[in-house]
């Protein structure tokens, strides 16, 4: 089964500094990565995902993630985080047999991770 | 977030009532999705539609019944819920094409339920 984990519920940085958002997977064959944030109160934004390619994404917000095959990882990063970054964080992998199997786009998600910049 | 559009952002509602949830997407998209987020529990996929037909029922209690009318639209309908439900429901939509192009999913902003 395809999964997805974030080992931490919650990053602490203090802001102007960078940071790490951990995520690794489990899947059979390439992976379809993801990464959301979500703002108190407010659906899910997209920020970045990785397909094929270049390992290193860059996305919204001057987020980037890393796709590490050998480590089986896709962790966020940001060379320097602002207090407006605080906010919760998702990783998600698409359900690739679906995808060619013609029935459905799933999304599994991480369980998220809170990150808090303090000023 | 004017791309997907939830309404209500806010519903109590009691175990005997009967209420629905709308959901519109204004991206040109042509697949739709119902999400169950709970404090603490990962997001919970309920119901996936690829262009009006429902493709996915994630073992979803039948007191949750959503509705499809086009591609535009998505309703959840609900009836004697359970204070266990309380959560919030997310919609989101997506550009699905053939040959399994992948495309990131968009979302609305969110139902805050509450049943008492």
């Known amino acids: 089964a395809q999964s997805v984990a974030q080992p931490e519920d919650q990053v602490n940085v203090a802001e102007g500094n960078p940071l790490t958002v951990k995520c690794t997977y489990s899947v059979s064959g390439n992976p379809y990565l993801f990464w959301y944030v979500q703002y108190p109160n407010r659906g899910l934004q997209f920020l970045l995902k990785y397909i094929t390619g270049d390992n290193l994404v860059k996305g919204s917000y001057g987020f980037e993630a890393e796709f590490n095959k050998s480590q089986t990882s896709f962790h966020l990063k940001k060379p320097s985080a602002l207090v407006s970054d605080s906010a919760l964080y998702f990783c998600a992998v698409r359900d690739i047999g679906s995808i060619y199997g013609g029935a459905t786009n799933k999304l599994i998600f991480g369980t998220g991770t809170l990150l808090a910049v303090q000023p | 977030e004017t791309g997907v559009t939830q309404t209500p952002r806010h519903l109590v509602m009691g175990m005997t009532n009967k209420k629905s949830l709308k959901c519109e997407q204004h991206?040109?998209?042509?697949?739709m999705y119902w999400y169950k987020q709970s404090a603490k529990k990962p997001l919970e996929l309920m119901f996936v539609y690829n262009f009006k037909e429902q493709t996915e029922n994630n073992s979803v209690p039948s007191r949750f019944s959503p509705e499809c009318p086009n591609s535009s639209h998505l309703f959840l309908h609900l009836h004697t819920l359970q204070p266990e439900d309380s959560a919030l429901y997310l919609c989101a939509s997506s550009l699905r094409i053939s040959g399994g192009a992948d495309y990131e999913q968009y979302f609305g902003p969110g139902t805050r339920l509450t049943v008492t």
């Open positions: 991206l040109g998209h042509n697949a």
